[in-house]
């Protein structure tokens, strides 16, 4: 496993949390915790973006990588 | 007409008559929290009870004063809601008996209550020392009302300073089998909701004896079965699960990459991971 797959592993988890916060969020009766989870659902794509970024760089930076 | 039937025509003319009455004047007659909803408990039911057995007398006299005694309670609790000085009179105000940490001899004596009873009170309120007591007030239905001291009060979430998330009565959406329509729109949930929320428990409706859903939308289940396992709900602990792991791997890649750039952005995003994990704490135990 290189290194760009296990960022690329990571971001599909973040995904996968979104997904999961979003749900949670929707149905969540409780009012503060529809708005934790939609704050934090925020949070994740902020990260999402960064990594995702930090993949293409890696991608790149050393092709022979790609689509490993 | 005969004896016998006579009594069968008052007992269910009387049954109709007090069910009728205890409606109206409503849960307060049940609680008998006032001495006035007391005595007009008593009453209305030797009334009844006199009538139906008592043939001699006529019907419509035992009516007439159960209607009386139902009515009147209606307007003193109408009045007592009205005024305060109404209030003190029918129905009393509870005595202090323990103030401040101390048994007030006087407010006793006044009740006649003996140091046995006040002690036997305590114990009902799982209280076995007076000196553990800050305030006591005996409550004008008899029964004594206890604050402990802070010391001795049960341990709550803000004494430790914790934040905890609110949560919202669970709504009951199956009983035995059937579903409650009022509580599933209470709860906001479809039909379609609940099949899919079943069959990932891998149970059918006609099994399911009990089920409610929590604040959080998360289905539990009692199914007539007692030999199933039916899996607890997994959504929360498997997201909180899945934070960490992500936070963990920032931190690895942090540590591996040699760019410096990189390093920062991981070691700042594992940061923010971890903010997100202390805000969602509360709501995902």
Known sequence: MTIAANVNQCVATIKGIEAQLSILALNSEEESAQRAFHEVMGEMEKIRNELQNRVTQIELEEPQYKNS | ?285
């Open chain 2, 1 to 285: 007409m005969t004896e016998p039937v006579d009594i069968v025509i008052r007992t269910f003319l009387f049954i109709a008559i007090l069910f009728l009455i205890t409606k109206i004047v409503g849960k307060k007659q049940i609680s008998e929290i006032t001495f006035f909803e007391y005595v007009s408990g008593i009453t209305i039911g030797s009334i009844a009870a006199e009538v139906i057995m008592g043939l001699e007398r006529n019907i419509s006299y035992g009516v007439v004063s159960i209607l009386i005694f139902g009515l009147v309670s209606v307007f003193v609790d109408f009045t007592s809601l009205k005024s305060k000085k109404f209030r003190d009179i029918v129905e009393g105000s509870g005595t202090v008996f323990i103030k401040d940490g101390k048994i007030q001899e006087d407010n006793l004596k006044r009740e006649r209550f003996s140091t046995d009873e006040l002690a036997s009170l305590l114990r009902k309120q799982n209280v076995f020392k007076a000196a553990d007591v800050e305030f006591a007030v005996l409550e004008t239905t008899g029964d004594l009302s206890v604050l402990l001291k802070k010391e001795n009060r049960p341990l709550t979430p803000k004494d430790l300073q914790l934040v905890v998330a609110n949560e919202k009565e669970p709504q009951t959406i199956i009983m035995d089998g059937k579903i409650n329509n009022d509580a599933m729109s209470q709860a906001g949930k479809t039909r379609e909701w609940l099949d899919t929320e079943l069959a990932k428990l891998g149970a059918t409706i006609e099994n399911v004896f009990f089920g409610q859903i929590d604040s959080y939308g998360e289905l539990t289940v009692d199914l007539y079965d007692d030999q199933i396992k039916v899996p607890s709900p997994q959504q929360r602990p498997l997201l909180n699960a899945m934070l960490k792991k992500c936070h963990a791997d920032l931190e690895l890649f942090a540590l591996e990459t040699d760019s410096e750039s990189a390093k920062k952005m991981y070691a700042k995003n594992a940061k923010r991971m971890n903010e997100a994990i202390q805000k969602l704490q509360p709501y995902l135990n």
